[in-house]
């Protein structure tokens, strides 16, 4: 996996650009760590980035934002309003207005689960205020995150910097079913003698709710879930053919930052680039680094190994929405996603904004069994086999 690693950021990194790199990748369920990269060339510089750098993490904050916002009564179908928005703090004498990326909004409701996966900021600056300033911040430090926050509008968006291990770490919850684990580089030392001088211990404790991790990590497939496109495309657009087995993840910009952090139930890797003077990241080769460099590296370390889905632990119940809406699917409806809640916290009603539509219109649903039938075929592409094998 090291080799996977170096190897991968020798081929993504854009040329001559002087642009720097770092990599953690862990086993979520134990730890352990499988590979790390500190920088491009350890000769020019032997600063170990992974650890010591602390930079702005941007969007990947979001998923943290989103478990507080399922803990405190939201579910991946409730809606907010995406347009542009100046929001009033600190009794109204200040004052914050996000921009979406590309100056795109949806000009209308999303639901939370879109939202994750377009990355809306106005939805998440809205959450972030609805839940008051200091939430965010407390459950940042409860997943683990040692790095200052700052209670202001913009965290909702990353502005307060951590470091590619601490971020890694805080994913694996999500990855692991709420496990906290401790981020392990040494197995065992064992002495001339063959006598085991130390042993690393695996001491995981449950912290988060395993049933709120999951519909968390399940949100966190929409990413690569063009059911979810809307105004835009969804983040993950641009890796779909290149991935061959299922993800969940975030992905994060700033001015000056770039992250990319995914995972399986096996492998975990966050990854940042980003120049060490804090220069504007420029250039579309530049801006995709982090992503081609993490799915270059998953799919190298993933590869011959077995293909594992996200299991739903007891006491969720996945049901067929209408993404646009966030209500029960129907036949008319032209797109539908299996979604995940808490028991009882699924949507009741039915979706009504479609007019009926004949089953095999080209514009129309098709009946459900059908889908699923499609889905055991081998040419449908394996984003719309995962969501099939949820059934």
Known sequence: MQKAAEENMAKTS????????????????????????????????????????????????????????????????????????TFYYDEGRRQYAPKNFNGRYAEGNLTMAQALALSDNIYAVKTHLFLGMETLKEYMEKFGITSKQEAVPSLALGTSGVSVIEMAKAYSLF?????????????????????????????????????????MTHMMTGMFDPKLNGYAAVTGSSLLKKATRIYAGKSGSTNTDSWMIGFTPDLLAAVWTGYDDNRA???????????????????????????????????????????????????????????????????????????????????????????????????????????????
């Open 175 to 215: 990855a692991n079913g709420g496990t906290a684990v401790e981020p392990r580089f040494i197995q065992k030392v064992i002495g001339k003698d063959g006598k085991v001088i130390y042993e690393s211990k695996n001491k995981p404790r449950q912290l988060l709710d395993p049933k709120t991790a999951f519909v």
């Open 14 to 85: 854009p040329a001559g650009s002087g642009i720097q790199a770092a990599l953690v990748a862990m086993d979520p369920q134990t730890g352990f760590v499988k590979a790390m990269i500190g920088g491009r060339d350890y000769a020019e510089s032997s600063f170990n980035r992974a650890v010591k750098a602390i930079r702005q993490p941007g969007s990947t904050v979001k998923p943290f934002l989103y478990f507080a916002a399922l803990e405190h009564g939201f579910t991946p179908s409730s809606t907010l309003r995406s347009e542009e928005t």
């Open 281 to 391: 990241i420029a250039g579309s080769r530049e801006k995709a680094f982090a992503k081609n460099l993490w799915i270059g590296f998953m799919e190298d370390a993933l590869k011959g190994k077995p293909l594992r889905s996200f299991q739903p632990p007891k006491g969720v119940t996945g049901v067929w929405i209408d993404p646009t809406t966030g209500l029960l699917a129907t036949d008319s409806c032209p797109v539908k996603r299996l979604t995940y809640y808490v028991e009882n916290t699924e949507p009741a009603e039915f979706c009504t904004e479609h007019p009926h539509l004949p089953p095999d219109s080209e514009k129309g649903a098709e009946p459900r069994h059908r889908e699923i039938e499609d889905g055991k075929k081998a040419g449908k592409p394996w984003y719309r086999r995962f969501f099939d094998w949820f059934e």
